[in-house]
């Protein structure tokens, strides 16, 4: 049998539609032809990491998997941000779902206050509901020096800037961290171990969703395969209030990304034209699994409220782009990309 392929995933953030890498991660975890080398994580993408990591640590394939499941069972359970879990999801199509749920008045309600709320106004009845969640992982496995590479990214809200964390620097911190909405979430300090100054820390996602160029070491392979569940695209220009704070959320988790995939393909056409000598950069192979025909029936809202209808539509939905990427560039990994970056900027 053929040595497997290796392979990088780089894991978007999102929310909820986090649970869209769960079905991506579960079909490749499926495949014995592939191996995964090293992932970078923002948010929901570095919640699945770190349960992809911990689950290959303790049981391989398997492990991995019965990890996502746990994962994605404990997050649908969130009950205090279920705000409409009476909206009958079975009955309805994914993006009539998420129009009822962004229009009720107990979403509409949280939303607003969210906006005018500082989440310190909470004082000693402030809890983060992720936080029962992560604290539940492994971390002598989920920073163990076997298995995939992990980085998880979170924004410096002090300089700005990106912090990726690696190794035994993770923690639950760090994952909580990753998460950290600040109109939902209070930012999370602590101590940094590459400074050793107490910083606070928010999302990862407004500076790197996720950060693709802590793989590109040289021990790792040249192929990247980023799962993408914030669309790239929407050929309809927002014009309703919720549409046009959706699309900026879309365009903000998407910047970082966009900005690093630019350089990409700028160092493959200096490689490719002779003006970069081979060898003094590395020559990355960009892959991207989506689904943005189903992530443009969606919104902010069915990213801030798990809801189980919505989860499992995600993870099928995940599953097959998956399936139907693999079916059309399994060939491509190790040789080049699938991913036209010189039309992409075009």
């Known amino acids: 049998m053929a040595e497997p392929k290796r392979i990088n995933l780089g894991l978007q953030g999102g929310g909820a539609h986090g649970a869209f890498t769960w079905g991506v991660l579960q079909r490749i975890l499926e495949d014995d032809r592939l191996e995964i080398a090293a992932m970078s994580g923002t948010s929901a993408g570095a919640l699945n990491g770190a349960a992809v990591k911990s689950g290959l640590i303790e049981n391989g394939r398997e492990g991995a998997m019965a990890q996502l499941d746990w994962l994605w069972s404990q997050m649908s359970g969130i009950n205090d941000m279920r705000l409409a879990t009476w909206i009958g999801g ?8 998420s129009r009822a749920l962004e229009s009720s008045a107990p979403f509409s309600f949280a939303d607003t206050y969210s906006r005018m709320v500082s989440p310190y106004a909470y004082g000693p009845f402030y809890q983060n509901p992720l936080q029962r969640i992560v604290r539940q992982f492994d971390f002598d496995e989920v920073c163990a020096q076997a298995g995939p590479d992990l980085f998880i990214s979170a924004t410096n809200v002090r300089t700005g800037k990106i912090r990726v964390f690696s ?21 999370v300090e602590f101590e940094d171990p590459a400074t050793g100054e107490v910083e606070a820390f928010w999302d990862g996602g407004y500076t790197g969703n996720p950060a693709l ?36 959320n879309e365009i903000s988790c998407n910047s970082s990304l966009l900005r690093e995939l630019r350089a990409i393909s700028f160092v493959q056409r200096l490689l490719s034209d002779g003006t970069l000598e081979q060898g003094r950069m590395k020559r990355v192979h960009i892959h991207m699994i989506a689904d943005d ?47 036209d970056l010189e039309a992409m900027f075009n």
């Open 90 to 97: 079975p009955f309805m199509s994914p993006g009539s779902f």
């Open 167 to 187: 190794g035994d620097e993770i923690s639950t911190e760090v994952l909580l961290a990753s998460a950290c909405l600040p109109e939902i979430f209070q930012a």
């Open 213 to 248: 160029f802590p793989m590109f070491e040289g021990h790792l392979p040249s192929d990247i395969v980023v799962v993408n569940i914030n669309p790239l695209v929407r050929d309809a220009v927002p014009k309703a209030p919720q549409e046009i704070q959706n699309r900026i």
């Open 293 to 339: 025909p189903l992530m443009n029936e969606l919104s902010v809202a069915t990213k801030l409220v798990p809801t189980a209808y919505i989860i499992a539509t995600l993870k099928q939905a995940g599953y097959t782009a998956a399936d139907a990427f693999l079916a059309a560039h399994f060939d491509q990994i190790g040789q080049g990309s699938s991913v």
